[in-house]
């Protein structure tokens, strides 16, 4: 109403439909479950929904497999029963932001079956290379595992796949291809919807000739297809094609691996490519050794530096989105974290951080619950195709002898841990479903869920409730500048957001120990009351803070 984007005054909430709610018993997520949920969301407080992908797919990447970008899959329901989502929502103010998965398609999909047949003008929709059976045309690597070229014996050629062989990368150097994108987009935006998400829209443009890649480097081929040549044309064109043409505020999110702030600045800035804001994962990956797989000691300094720079790189120009978890991480309570005894204080504190920082916070399903990693006993546990590919490739390599010895890796790290389904009580299987789930349930699901979660007054879902509440009546949680404050503390993390007269410091004990610090000097207190804290603690300010393990404070200006 007065000219603010509503996207930045939002909160997300990220709905994985596989694991939200099953109305039909065959152990799936769908479209219905999610109507019958809506109240939840509502009273959640959220403002929108991000909504992973429903479209229909032979699910060999849980849907970011696309083969109809205009039909919602069998088992998530029918365009109807999304309709009906849309409308529930919008009813009760929460907006909607569908995926837009369009890096590749499925092999299914009826471009790709007609190009491995050469047949125009979907030839070149495609990356096809001729040459020798055994010898990719690169060494680019897959994100799965493997080499990023698959040969068809139907065309008699290679096909580029940066994901699984299921998965083949669209060419976006064909205008027809972007043409097809562009419809499809704007299809989806006359049917009502508030945004997109955009899978991976940074590899959308490859290096002309599609050169190798530096072998040392962690992924091999990323400086040929991360944040490419052209992806800035791409995207202009892309915005000025479809959200520019449309009369209502619509959100984007890019999901850009390997973005620094710099090339953010360039998709999200004033002058930028015209964004609303990116997924970056630089936090993401603190400790983690040279793949995402040895995952090393959570450094909370590096964490801080991390944050300072996109909080205030993105604070003049552009606007941050903030999350520490979605469907491809391990539970945010288990990464960042400490699962075990401070599973109450920790989800909390890390709810405060998502809640109190500059850009639009994004909570993922469960989160809300302080939902934890699960178990897996054997490989046949493991549904994602990457998790399995790891298993397998490191005991084909000989790096393991058996699932045993990368089970670890698997518990701390595999994106099942964030797809187990939703726990909603105590009944049997969370309340998720009546069938058999197609992911097991966490074994928690007696004490860890929704049912009383509701109930109990302290809970890590009220304490959520108050957050929303909070940074919605607050803007200077929302518009402030960010400053942090002891850089080099080894577990407090302060930082003080201001907006003219009004200010918020917010101090976060993130350790299992206690610990006590000076209250800097150039902190004015005074004025300063407690609005928030996940712990029992005075309401005033005085010369030290005493910090429990994972207390977590917002002051606010009176
Ligand atoms: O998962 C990651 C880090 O652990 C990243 O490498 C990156 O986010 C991911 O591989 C890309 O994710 C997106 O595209 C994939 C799909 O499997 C993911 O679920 C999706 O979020 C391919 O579409």
Same mark, same amino acid.
């Given at each position: ?23 039909? /018993? ?121 080499? *990023? ?99 209502? %505020? ?57 944050? #300072? ?76 195709? %990457? /998790? ?22 698997? =518990? *701390? ?12 009580? *105590? ?23 929704? *049912? ?30 960010? %400053? ?5 503390? #080894? ?9 003219? =007269? ?28 407690? /609005? ?27």
């Amino acid at each position: 109403t007065d000219g603010t984007p509503w996207w930045k005054e939002a909160v997300v909430y990220q709905i994985y439909p596989k694991s939200f709610n099953d109305t039909d /018993a065959d152990g799936i997520g769908d479209i219905p479950g999610i109507v019958e949920k809506v109240d939840y969301l509502d009273e959640l407080g959220v403002d929108a929904v991000w909504l992973s992908p429903v479209y229909q797919s032979p699910q060999a990447d849980n849907g970011y497999d696309i083969s109809d970008y205009r039909a919602i899959d069998d088992q998530y329901g029918d365009l109807e029963d999304w309709g009906q989502l849309l409308a529930e929502l919008h009813d009760r103010d929460i907006r909607l932001i569908m995926d837009l998965v369009v890096n590749h398609t499925s092999d299914e999909h009826e471009w790709f079956k007609r190009s491995r047949r050469g047949e125009e003008p979907y030839d070149d929709y495609y990356y096809w290379r001729e040459g020798d059976p055994e010898t990719p045309p690169n060494n680019w690597d897959s994100f799965f595992g493997g080499s *990023a070229w698959s040969y068809d014996d139907e065309r008699e050629a290679w096909y580029l796949h940066l994901f699984d062989e299921k998965q083949p990368d669209l060419n976006w150097r064909n205008p027809a291809v972007r043409e097809d994108v562009y419809d499809m987009m704007n299809w989806w935006l006359d049917r009502g919807i508030d945004g997109f998400r955009m899978d991976v829209i940074n590899l959308i443009s490859k290096t002309e000739g599609l050169p190798d890649g530096d072998p040392h480097g962690g992924l091999v081929g990323a400086e040929h297809f991360m944040n490419g040549p052209r992806v800035h044309e791409y995207f202009s064109e892309m915005i000025g094609q479809t959200i520019d043409t449309v009369d209502r %505020e619509i959100m984007t999110v890019g999901e850009t691996p390997g973005v620094s702030v710099e090339d953010a600045r360039e998709y999200v800035g004033e002058d930028g490519d015209g964004l609303s804001m990116v997924f970056q994962f630089e936090h993401m990956g603190v400790g983690d050794g040279d793949s995402k797989w040895d995952a090393g000691e959570f450094d909370l300094v590096e964490f801080k530096q991390i944050f #300072e720079r996109w909080q205030t790189g993105l604070a003049a120009d552009g606007w941050n989105s903030v999350y520490l978890s979605n469907h491809d991480q391990p539970r945010s309570v288990s990464q960042f974290g400490n699962d075990g005894e401070y599973r109450q204080e920790s989800a909390k504190l890390l709810g405060t951080f998502t809640h109190t920082l500059h850009g639009t916070p994004f909570v993922y399903q469960g989160e809300e619950l302080g939902m934890t990693n699960a178990s897996f006993e054997s490989i046949d546990e493991l549904r994602d195709v %990457e /998790a399995i590919n790891f298993v397998e490739e490191a005991i084909q390599d000989g790096d393991a002898e058996d699932y045993d010895d990368v089970r670890d890796a698997i =518990e *701390a790290v595999a994106r099942d841990n964030a797809r187990t389904p939703m726990q909603w009580s *105590a009944d049997a299987n969370a309340g998720f479903t009546d069938g058999e789930p197609w992911l097991k349930v966490t074994d928690n699901y007696a004490d860890i869920n929704v *049912a009383s979660e509701r109930e109990s007054r302290d809970s890590i879902f009220q304490y959520y409730r108050r957050l929303i509440d909070l940074r919605h009546d607050n803007d200077v949680l929302i518009y402030g500048d960010f %400053e942090l404050h002891y850089p080099d503390h #080894e577990s407090v993390f302060a930082y003080t957001r201001t907006l003219g =007269e009004d200010r918020a410091l917010i101090v976060l004990n993130w350790s299992d120990e206690p610990t006590t610090v000076d209250i800097p000097d150039d902190i004015p207190t005074d004025d300063l009351e407690l /609005a928030i804290a996940n712990q029992d603690v005075s309401t005033g300010v005085n010369a030290q803070f005493e910090l429990q393990p994972w207390d977590a404070r917002v002051y606010l200006t009176e």
